[in-house]
């Protein structure tokens, strides 16, 4: 009898437990399908910053080529931020949670509406200002309260996740406690089925051998990961796939050989291993993200996890070291900013061709101004060293490989050549570039610019034939020529006068030389001639003025005249050397024009930039401030401060932790990004 109401007693503590259990099982049902509801919308808030990036890249981009894509990526996030709402609206039970998700919606509806105003002035009506007036006084407003709602949301599904948490807590304390009564009211009984327990406790020994060796089955067959044990020495003490396929070594090879081996030979001489195992056993666990070597010598990028084991007694059993393979990752983001390289660099290029050659592949990516240099419409599908050479002229050829192996040693590369376009039509261009180097200091890529400077070269060509011609032609004076007497009168003019002035000589010859000044000046060049006459010597006449003279029929044109004093049989004379410098007025005029309109340009490119980084350090910040409650919170649910959780319990908590940790990496990427642009961080 006492035995069956001990059995009685025993069933009724389970079907108790049962009970308890399931209530926890619900509690952190509710926090899983919480934590899904905020991934959700986390992903729904990366596509939106992402629309965000695209609109800013479109403002910065003037070829229509390049902003298509851009329209079409846009629209494609803005689709899946539509069904990750209608994800989210699935999720939502309570009122109050459709009522902040029906918040957020209507906050999304003028900032989509806002940036697609901006996009439309920009792209299809050309409105550049108008687009920037609507992109700062609608669309950032909006956005700011589009991710107020966003995090509104968030914060109560952090908050009801929170609430299930400590009642998971205090429902777990109580049923401690239950049971501790319950047990004292069974120990009289436990001696009369000591048997049985011993039996069941020989099941439950087996049942963790065997899951033990299906753990152990479990992490020798993961691939994707090096998952091993180390020894307190630091020596390998288990191998798994993962790390035969990561780093090269099979399990009889690398057992019981130091860890070390792993590193690079610099970091291996700076104490790198060693350190970080102190740093595991001081903090429990290190991370971090670097270099490390196959078995082959052969280096790749990898984020590692080293976790210090304790016994019972708080006595060191070993690490564990958890290594993934994330170079992949590392070139995308090269890749990435590499892009932003480029971006900046075309929005401030004009119309000059931008390049950026791979010198390991011979493979270079380029602008269509740069092809067009060349004498191509499109861009050619490849484009390398090689090619550029074919285009060279032979006689150029040596120059420009002297220069790029210059450019090798000193990082910086320019040049000037002749080429031979695709149309067969010889001209000159000029390059400039700089070097970019691996962490070895090794060129692995060259980014620079193009200009076709045909018509400089011309212009300089031209210039040196012209003084080469007035040494050689000086007695035929190429000028206008106009000799005067001591009373102004004009006694002798050449050919180029007559031609200038649209004089024949003879109306010329004895005339005053005030007739071929404009009317406005003339009142007080009788008193200049006089200075003149009583301190004569070869100078230009009107230093620093503007002179202007005045033809046959009436028009004035810009002159530069010089003064030669000479003494003749016939008395003092002084020769004037006047040429007509229109073209020159018109052709600086240009210039300046082309500067001021350069300036403008820089002025804007300047301001977008600012507007940019200012809104990219806005967001980064908006994002990390809840983001780092999600981290700390999962790293004490990780820990086991709130009490130990089960195998299912700790997968969802090494989810959050893995998505949260992945997500702050990428907005610390945008805030680097942000601060390169505004000049904060240098990249090295």
Known sequence: MAFAVLIAMLVGIGESGLRRMKKIDKNLSDIAGRSDTVQLAREALTLSNGNSRITLEIFLVRDRALVDPLLAERSENTKKISELLAQIASRCESEKEKRLLSAVEAARKPYVDSYLRALHLLVDEGERDAAVAVMVNETLPAILKYHAAWNEFVDFQNNQRDLASRQTEVDYVKDRHAAFLMMVLVLAGALAIALVSIREMTREIASRIETEKQVRLLVDGVKDYAIFMLDPSGN??????????????????????????????????????????????????????????????????????????????????????????????????????????????????????????????????????????????????????????????????????????????????????????????????????????NQQ????????????????????????????????????????????????????????????????????????????????????????????????????????????????????????????????????????????????????????????????????????????????????????????????????LAEGTPGQLNEKQKRFVDHIKKGSAHLLQLINDILDLSKIEAGQLDCR
Not at 269 to 278: A, D, R, W
Not at 510 to 529: C, D, F, K, N, W
Not at 532 to 561: N, Q
């Open 441 to 636: 200091g090794q060129p692995i890529r060259m980014m620079g610019v193009v200009i076709d400077a045909t018509e400089r070269k011309r212009a300089e060509e031209a210039l040196e034939k012209s003084r080469e011609n007035l040494r050689t032609l000086l007695e035929v004076a190429p000028d206008a020529v106009v000799t005067v007497d001591d009373q102004g009168k004009i006694v002798l003019v050449n050919g180029q006068t007559e031609k200038l002035f649209g004089y024949q000589r003879h109306e010329l010859l004895g005339e005053p030389v005030e007739t071929l000044i404009p009317q406005r000046v003339r009142h007080g060049h009788a008193q200049h001639r006089a200075g003149y006459s009583v301190e004569p010597h070869a100078r230009a006449m009107g230093a620093g003025l503007e002179l202007f003279a005045l033809r046959k029929d009436g028009t004035e044109f810009p002159v530069e005249i010089s003064l030669s004093p000479i003494h003749t049989s016939e008395g003092f004379r002084v020769i004037s050397s006047i040429r007509d410098v229109s073209e020159r007025k018109k052709t600086q005029r240009q210039i300046e024009h082309q500067n001021r309109e350069l300036e403008l340009r820089n002025r804007e490119v300047e301001r977008a930039t600012r507007m940019k980084s200012k809104f990219l350090a806005s967001m980064s910040h908006e994002l990390r401030t809840p983001l780092n409650a999600i981290v700390g919170f999962s790293d004490l």
């Open 236 to 437: 390998v003490a288990t191998w798994n796939q993962g790390a035969a396929r990561i780093k090269g070594y099979k399990a009889d090879e690398i057992v019981g050989r130091h860890f070390s081996c792993f590193y690079p030979p610099e970091d291996v001489q700076n104490g790198k291993p060693e350190h970080e195992l102190e740093k595991a056993i001081a903090e429990d666990s290190y991370e971090e993200e670097g270099w490390r070597i196959r078995k082959d010598g052969s280096r790749f990028w990898a984020n590692v996890i080293i976790t210090a084991l304790w016994d019972g007694t708080d006595k060191l059993r070993g690490f564990s070291k958890i290594t993934r393979d994330i170079t992949e990752r590392m070139r995308a983001d090269e890749r990435l900013r590499e892009s932003e390289e480029r971006l900046t660099l075309a929005s401030t290029s004009g119309e000059v061709g931008v390049w950026d050659l791979d010198l390991i592949a011979d493979q270079a990516w380029r602008s269509l101004q740069h092809d067009r240099i060349f004498g191509y419409e499109s861009l050619l599908p490849h484009w390398g060293k090689e090619i550029f050479l074919r285009h060279v002229l032979p006689e150029d050829r040596e120059l420009v490989q002297r220069r790029f192996e210059e450019a090798s040693r000193t990082g910086h590369l320019a040049f000037e050549c002749r080429i031979i376009r695709a149309d067969q039509v010889t001209r000159w261009i000029s390059a400039k570039g700089e070097v970019v180097r």
